[in-house]
C-alpha cells in the first residue's frame, strides 16, 4: 500500500512579539468562524481563554516599555502561555489533516484554518511585510524593503480572497504607510505587491509576497 504525503499544518512563529500575538489572534479568529470551524471542532471555553492569554500577554508586551524591573520576564511568561495554545491547536488542526480522506481535503482544513502547509522560503523575508494594526481595527501596517539605492518608485499591493483574482487596491510612492481594507473582521486575504521603478531602472518588478501569504484582518 503506497504512504500517503503528509501534510504539516505550521504556524509560522514571528520573532517580534506583537506581530506574532497579532497572529495568533487571526488563527483564533480563523479556528472560531467558518470554515475553519467546519473543519475542527474546538470549545467556545477553550477559545475565550486563549484570547484572553492573548490579550495579557500583550498588556504585558506594552508594560515592557515602561522598562520596570520584572516586566520583560512577566511579558516572556504570558508570550510562552500563548505558545502553548497555538501548539495546542495547531496539534488539533494537524490530528483533522491526518484523518482526511486525502491529500486535497487535508490541504484544505490545513489553510481554511489559518495555517500553512510549509515554511516560507527565506527568500522571501524582508520583502515585504503586511501586519494587521493592533490599534486601529481595519487597517494594514505596509512594509516594503525600499528601492535600492534610493531610487524613485511605487510601491503596489494588490488583494485577494481566493489566491486566483486579484485587485489592485494601493500604489503609493511610500515604502511604509496604513492601509485601510475595508474587509470585515476574519476575512482570509491574500497579499502581494510589488515596485514599479522608471523605464531606466527596470520598470515594474516581479509580484513578491510576505512571509505569510495570507493575512485574516483584525
Known amino acids: 500500500m503506497k504512504k500517503r504525503k503528509k501534510v504539516n499544518a505550521i ?3 514571528n520573532e517580534n512579539v506583537s506581530q506574532f500575538l497579532t497572529d495568533a489572534l ?11 470551524n467546519t473543519v475542527v471542532t474546538i470549545a ?8 484572553n492569554h492573548i490579550t495579557a500577554a500583550q498588556t504585558a508586551e506594552t508594560n515592557v516599555a515602561s522598562r ?11 508570550v510562552n502561555q500563548v505558545l ?3 501548539d495546542n491547536f495547531v496539534a488539533i488542526v494537524q490530528t483533522a489533516a491526518n484523518n482526511a480522506l486525502d491529500v486535497p481535503t487535508a490541504t484544505s482544513i490545513v489553510t481554511e484554518c489559518g495555517l500553512v502547509t ?4 527565506s527568500k522571501t523575508k524582508g520583502g515585504l511585510s503586511v501586519i494587521n494594526d493592533t490599534t486601529v481595527s481595519g487597517t494594514f501596517i505596509i512594509i516594503f524593503k525600499a528601492a535600492a539605492n534610493r531610487a524613485k518608485a511605487c510601491y503596489e499591493i494588490q488583494e485577494s480572497t481566493d489566491n486566483v483574482t486579484w485587485i489592485t487596491v494601493k500604489v503609493s510612492p511610500d515604502s511604509h504607510y496604513l492601509f485601510a481594507h475595508g474587509k470585515p473582521v476574519g476575512t482570509k486575504l491574500y497579499i502581494r505587491g510589488r515596485l514599479s521603478l ?3 531602472n527596470g520598470g515594474a518588478q516581479v509580484w513578491i509576497v510576505p512571509p505569510t501569504p495570507f493575512v485574516f484582518t483584525t
Do not use: H, Q
Not at 26 to 36: D, E, Q, V
Not at 118 to 121: D, G, S, Y
Open 198 to 200: 522608471s523605464e531606466k
Open 26 to 36: 487571526a488563527f483564533l479568529i480563523a479556528l472560531s468562524t467558518a470554515p475553519g
Open 84 to 86: 502553548t495554545d497555538v
Open 11 to 13: 504556524f509560522v512563529v
Open 118 to 121: 510549509r515554511k516560507p522560503a
Open 44 to 51: 467556545a471555553a477553550a477559545i475565550t481563554t486563549a484570547r
Open 68 to 78: 520596570t524591573i520584572g516586566t520583560a520576564d512577566a511579558r516572556d511568561v504570558a
